[in-house]
């Protein structure tokens, strides 16, 4: 847990890198091992492929590649693999883990997410529905989500996100879909339909808790290609994430990694990268070196510019890539007594969204609040003003404890999720997947289809990167 603008100690990279790390214990994926990652003794010192970045998007191209019978280093910048993949403990409660990233997926949405669980036999369960819900839309507490003389209103704006998603195809890359002109602010999408307060107010709820900035300042580009992914409709964009993984995502990973024959290294953050004639030498902090034939750099957007490339990559990329995308969602987890089961909250107070995390048993349930840090000045200690928070829905409530992982003030993220200024979504999704020499970019961030910002946009981008960079090794050359 750390307050805004200081980093946690588990977000830090350690100095004392763990080599050849080899057992999922030592991975951070915080279950006993199963196994031990083999290759861990291997003194090659040349790989196929080196991909930096252990996020879902790295681990699965690191596997893939694997699977087609390359070599391949994955080095992770800090001490544990998942990147928005996160399990812990809960503060307090070393026995309860809770997701302070990535948690909900749709099987019968999102096939490459399915098709992972499948091939691991790995289960999901359904989340039990709602046992309260409460509103603060158009300044007042509310039990449905705005006053009944606004539904029209509601049915309008609806259909308006309906009607312009549908000018994206699930299945073909979003930059085809000739939808520059959808690349607006979420405020001028809107404006037309001069929406009234409690109606607005429960729409921008849903746009800060995923966008995790100020809506008048987030493209609404990805929102509609995302209402595009979930069947074009904006209900389930917000609803259709229901099903958990059994054993929490890090079974996933550890899935993924264990047995495959991937060299992982922790704590191994990449400061530079150089390409030469026979392949790229990549340099970690303290200075040790990784050399392979072809590089996929699988980190989050906001951070790339921190890895020094030589020679440097082309100047688009380095225009895009120098200014921050703004996205800084919060994710809270919060011990809460005296709510009613599994609650519900959405509207336009200090959290945006709270909703069921995992009841406890003894009258007490972890709920997630969400918000964005320009929605509120968050300082998780402060459990008083977190209740506060909480009490505008629930004012019964009676909140134990706070924790969460600052993903902004985390130097291997600083951001959560990718939302673009407006004007800019198309150019740097073009421009991100441009493969340079002997390297290529993966990761949901810039992932073409429907499904970016999601953990199926982190496969789908690493599934695009292990087919260029495998297409690559054949050649014996890079375009
Ligand atoms: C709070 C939150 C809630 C979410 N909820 C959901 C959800 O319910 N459902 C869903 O589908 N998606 C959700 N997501 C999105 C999902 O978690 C991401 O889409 C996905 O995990 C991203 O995977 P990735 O591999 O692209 O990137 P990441 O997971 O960010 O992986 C990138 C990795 O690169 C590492 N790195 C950074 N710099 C360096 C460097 N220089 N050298 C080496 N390593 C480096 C990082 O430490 C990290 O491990 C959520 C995200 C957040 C933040």
Request: aromatic share 8%.
């Amino acid at each position: 847990m750390a307050p805004r603008g200081k980093s946690s100690p588990a977000c830090r990279p350690s100095v004392a890198a763990h080599h050849w790390v080899a057992r999922a214990g030592d991975l951070g994926l915080s279950r006993t091992p199963r196994g031990v990652i083999d290759s861990m003794s291997s003194s090659k010192t040349m790989y196929d492929v080196a991909v930096i970045g252990g996020g879902l998007s790295g681990v699965t191209a690191a596997r893939d590649l694997r699977d087609r019978g390359y070599s391949v280093v994955l080095l992770e910048g800090s001490q544990r693999l998942g990147g928005r993949i996160f399990a812990r403990p809960f503060a307090g409660l070393p026995d309860v883990s809770v997701d302070f990233g990535g948690t909900w997926v749709n099987t019968s949405m999102q096939p490459l997410m399915n098709s992972e669980l499948t091939r691991y036999g790995i289960a999901v369960r359904g989340d039990l529905p709602s046992g309260g819900a409460a509103f603060h839309t158009g300044g007042a507490w509310r039990s449905m989500p705005v006053p009944p003389d606004q539904l029209h209103d509601l049915e309008r704006a609806l259909m308006h996100l309906r009607t312009a998603s549908q000018r994206f195809t699930p299945g073909l890359k979003v930059t085809q879909a000739g939808v520059r002109d959808l690349d607006v602010s979420v405020d001028e999408f809107f404006a037309p339909l001069n929406l009234p307060d409690a109606t607005r107010d429960l729409l921008y709820s849903i746009v800060v808790v995923y966008g995790g900035w100020d809506p008048g300042k987030l493209s609404v580009f990805s929102f509609l290609s995302q209402i595009a992914a979930f069947g074009h409709s904006p209900y389930l964009f917000y609803g259709a994430l229901t099903e958990r993984i059994v054993g929490g995502l890090h079974t996933l990973l550890e899935a993924m990694v264990l047995g495959s024959g991937i060299d992982i290294r922790l704590s191994h953050r990449v400061v530079a990268v150089e390409r030469g004639p026979d392949g790229v030498t990549v340099r970690h902090e303290g200075g040790g070196l990784v050399e392979a034939r072809e590089c996929i750099v699988a980190v989050p957007t906001n951070v790339i510019r921190h890895i020094d490339f030589t020679p440097p990559l082309n100047p688009d990329k380095q225009r895009l890539l120098g200014r921050n995308h703004m996205s800084r969602a919060i994710k809270c987890a919060i011990r809460v007594r005296n709510l009613p089961p599994r609650p519900l909250a959405m509207g336009s107070r200090g959290f945006h969204m709270i909703c069921s995390g995992k009841e406890l048993g003894d009258g007490t349930e972890i709920v997630y609040g969400f918000s964005s840090e320009h929605h509120m000045d968050f300082d998780p200690r402060d459990v008083g003003r977190v209740q506060e928070w909480v009490r505008e829905y629930f004012p019964a409530a009676e909140v134990l404890t706070v924790d969460f992982h600052d993903y902004g003030a985390d130097p291997l993220f600083d951001g959560t999720y990718r939302i673009d200024w407006p004007g800019e979504a198309v150019d740097f999704l073009m421009t991100m997947n441009e493969p340079e020499d002997r390297i290529v970019f993966a990761g949901t961030d810039i992932d073409e289809s429907v499904w970016r910002t999601w953990m199926e946009g982190a496969l789908s981008s690493s599934r695009v990167a292990v087919d260029v960079v495998t297409a690559n090794l054949r050649q014996g050359r890079t375009p």
